[in-house]
């Protein structure tokens, strides 16, 4: 779109999304909705028919709590402001955006007190993304992450090694990548005859229903890993789309349970299974035959070592397993404080720049490689943050599960063979789109509540094995 074009597009989603908030509390719907949980209650629906009965209703709850004239308001200021985010990274410039994002911020609060709540005011703005989810939940997980990282990293620095990794930077030819990439998501079980994958600027998936399922991916020709562990991840959310219930095809069920379980489906892949030395045992030799010279002596554990390499680094999406969380506690933090009011837009850079020294010993030089690198807050999307550490925590649960409840897992993965493990995710999550609630959902696969102690034993793991930390 022509930069030019900001104004006019923003009137025109304030208008759309005013014509769906219109349609979505009509009495007609309101009306249809009633009957249909009357029918609920008499037992007369499906247990999954009820439950989608349930989604309407709560989109409905939200929708009605706010009047017509603020959801153009916030529409209109939301588009505007990823506008002058985008000139504000381009002019490494936090001055550009703040008086936008301040009128965002201000329409965020507003939004939390229309939809309201008991304890934070944080609170309404997280449960749009993770159901259930509280900040009195989150905070103490994420306070002990941060302790758990912080140790992890002491260990790592304690190692005095860093596994060579310079060979990942070499020329590697970008269709090759590309094929190569698909034909790892192929195996491990994304179906291409209901999905395709195409390249883009950011990787994505998107999906118009349950058979029509997209992933991008990126190449870089200087770095081996970012079309293939891109690709990956995206893979993990396209099959989540591609294995709920059909049943549940264009009804509000075909959806993840939330942003942190649908996270949670990509991370699974991408690291538990993509970063994995077994996983490696047998794909290594596929991928020496496609780089023979490029990977010319060295070996599949050479090549693990090199794919976990762990040390802070200033952008969120190129951060490794390890430190990317404290990206996200970062934010959680800040976001926080701006939504109770505790901090002034115009404190964000230092406050940014501040615990970036403070939880990964680097300060940025400037707002571009600060502040201003992420959309999220550009479009108001305050409460998503939490969702990418949600779902590695999640992910490295349902791992732990998988282990128990399939003896074979980490020799099928050795052989190259997924479908077992497929079917358990199918079963135990997939199947299930968002008729339930993240929180149940894990624990009744899990047997137990959220917690992060899977996730820093699994680091602890790999630390050990990539840093020989324990020899
Ligand atoms: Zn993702």
Redesign the pocket.
């Known amino acids: 779109m022509p930069a030019g074009s900001a104004e006019g597009r923003a009137e025109q989603i304030a208008t759309l999304n005013t014509i769906v908030h219109k349609m979505t509390v009509s009495p007609t719907f309101a009306s249809l909705l009633e009957q249909l949980e009357e029918a609920a209650r008499q037992g007369s629906l499906d247990d999954w028919q009820a439950a989608s009965v349930r989604e309407s209703q709560r989109s409905y709850l939200l929708a009605s709590r706010l009047p017509e004239s603020f959801v153009r308001e916030l529409t209109r200021t939301a588009s505007l402001a990823q506008h002058s985010w985008r000139r504000a990274r381009a002019e490494s410039d936090f001055s550009i955006f703040a008086e936008a994002l301040t009128r965002l911020v201000d329409l965020k609060r507003q939004e939390a007190s229309l939809y309201g709540y008991e304890e934070d005011i944080y609170d309404p703005l997280i449960d749009l993304y993770e159901p259930g989810m509280r900040v009195s939940t989150l905070r103490p997980v994420f306070e002990r992450l941060k302790a758990g990282t912080e140790r992890l990293l002491t260990r790592i620095a304690n190692a005095g090694v860093v596994p060579e990794h310079a060979f990942l930077h070499e020329h590697y030819d970008g269709d090759r990548q590309l094929e190569f990439s698909k034909r790892i998501v192929e195996a491990i079980g994304f179906d291409f005859s209901t999905g395709r994958v195409d390249l883009s600027a950011h990787p994505?998936?998107t999906s118009f229903g349950l058979h029509d399922v997209r992933l991008t991916t990126r190449v870089f020709p200087n770095d081996l890993r970012s079309c293939l562990f891109g690709l990956i991840?995206?893979a993990?959310?396209g099959m989540y789309e591609q294995g709920f219930d059909v049943r549940y095809d264009r009804t509000p069920l075909a959806g993840g349970a939330s942003m942190g379980i649908?996270?949670s489906q990509?991370?699974f892949w991408e690291n538990m299974i993509g970063r994995s030395e077994p996983f490696w045992s047998w794909a290594y030799p596929q991928l020496q035959r496609t780089f023979p010279e490029q990977l010319a002596g060295r070996s599949a554990e050479d090549f693990y070592r090199a794919i976990n390499v762990m040390q802070p680094s200033f952008i969120r999406v190129e951060a490794d397993e390890l430190t990317y969380n404290l990206h996200i506690i970062l934010r959680f933090e800040i976001e926080h404080a701006l939504i109770n009011g505790d901090m002034a837009v115009a404190q964000i850079p230092e406050e940014w720049n501040d615990r970036m020294e403070r939880y990964l010993g680097i300060r940025p030089a400037n707002d571009a490689e600060g502040c201003l690198q992420d959309v999220h807050w550009s479009f108001g999307g305050f409460g998503y943050f939490p969702s990418?550490t949600l779902?590695k925590l999640y992910a490295a649960m349902l791992y732990n599960q998988a282990q128990k409840d399939l003896p074979n897992l980490i020799g099928d993965i050795q052989a190259g063979r997924f479908e077992e493990l497929l079917g358990w995710l199918r079963s135990k999550v997939h199947q299930w789109g968002r008729s339930r609630k993240a929180h149940e959902l894990i624990h009744d696969v899990c047997g137990r509540e959220l917690t992060e102690v899977d996730f820093l034993e699994h680091l602890e793991r790999k630390i050990d094995s990539v840093y020989r930390t324990s020899i």
């Open positions: 994505f998936c991840h995206e993990g959310h649908h996270e990509s991370l990418y779902g």
